[in-house]
């Protein structure tokens, strides 16, 4: 979906289809992290945290490696939105659509603000 958005961006400048395209790409972006990958996420900092699986058993030490990879993962699926209002709200700005830009600029914070704080500890 960003790719449209950047492709009408280039093609025909900030348009209302270029807005649809950022507004479409944000909402997909947003809903790639959701309860379950929360729950999963939390799962695996805590198996981090404490040394060890969910029953007990160490973890060794490829199995750090992959929580600690897919941790990463999750991380930047939680900030993928923030990351697309952040180009979205750049482009507005060149484009000289400075209301329109600080709008996205101020949803892009209070969707911050959301975030669960455990995952911004990298």
Not at 13 to 28: S, V, Y
Not at 44 to 63: K, Q, V, W, Y
Not at 83 to 106: D, H, I, M, P
């Amino acid at each position: 979906m960003i790719s449209k958005a950047i492709a009408s961006l280039r093609c025909n400048g900030m348009t209302e289809i270029t807005k649809q395209h950022f507004a479409d790409a944000i909402k997909l972006a947003d809903a790639g992290f959701g309860p379950s990958n929360l729950r999963d996420t939390q799962i695996a900092l805590s198996n981090l945290t404490l040394g060890t699986r969910i029953d007990g058993t160490i973890l060794s030490e490829p199995e750090i490696m992959a929580t600690h990879a897919f941790v990463d993962k999750q991380f930047d699926l939680a900030v993928m939105g923030n990351s697309v209002r952040e180009l979205y709200a750049k482009s507005l700005t060149e484009a000289k659509q400075f209301s329109s830009a600080e709008k996205v600029y101020k949803e892009n914070v209070q969707v911050a603000d959301k975030l669960p704080l455990d995952l911004g500890a990298r």
